[in-house]
């Protein structure tokens, strides 16, 4: 029995994948990436990063963060403590869903995985104080590649559950979409759209 379920989303090339973990009276078991279970994902990419961050306070955002193409990576979301309101919007150019969001509920206790291709805005609202995630990655940080869009921008229409209680100073500036936003060519990264 494979370990890992793949399930699509309504957004092409954008993956939940679910956990089947072994219970026990000890507590859990589960594995968490493999590179075979998860090919129709992956397709040729690779793990490049590994992050984790630490939210304090319930009700925050962290968000909306891509790196633009020729340094665009995949995104493999997990949060293994609290739980998390997990958004992305899809920024690429020509899609059928351009500038449709999609989000999931990730937490400790559900053992979901989102996984966020190229050409995908990420960002997530904490629901719990402590709330903690660690997310693959398939390309290097490359802070001249980092981009954002505004978490509140009224085009994107996202409904955060909790009011805003903490978000960063960048994150309050980033651009808002205009009728010049096209997005971007994620073709190089394979057949995305
Ligand atoms: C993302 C990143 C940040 N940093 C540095 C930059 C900065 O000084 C500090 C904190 O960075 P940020 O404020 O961008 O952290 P944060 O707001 O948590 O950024 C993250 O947000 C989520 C939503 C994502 O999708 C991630 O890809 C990433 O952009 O860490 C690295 O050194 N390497 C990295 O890979």
Redesign the pocket.
Known sequence: MGKLTIIETPLKGLYIVETNAFIDHRGAFARWFCEEELAAVLGKRHIK?V?F?RTVKKGSI????FQKPPHAEM?LVRCIRGRILDVVVDIRAGSPTFLQHYSVELSAENMKMFAVPEGFA???QSLEDDSEIM?L?TEF?S?ES?AGLRFSDPALKIEWPLPVMDI?E??GKHPLVNDNFVGFDVSMYGEQV
Do not use: A, I, T
């Not at 962290?62 to 963060?65: D, L």
């Open positions: 990063n992050n961050s962290r968000g909306m963060h995104k990420h960002g997530f997310y990655v940080y802070p980092e960063s960048k994150d």
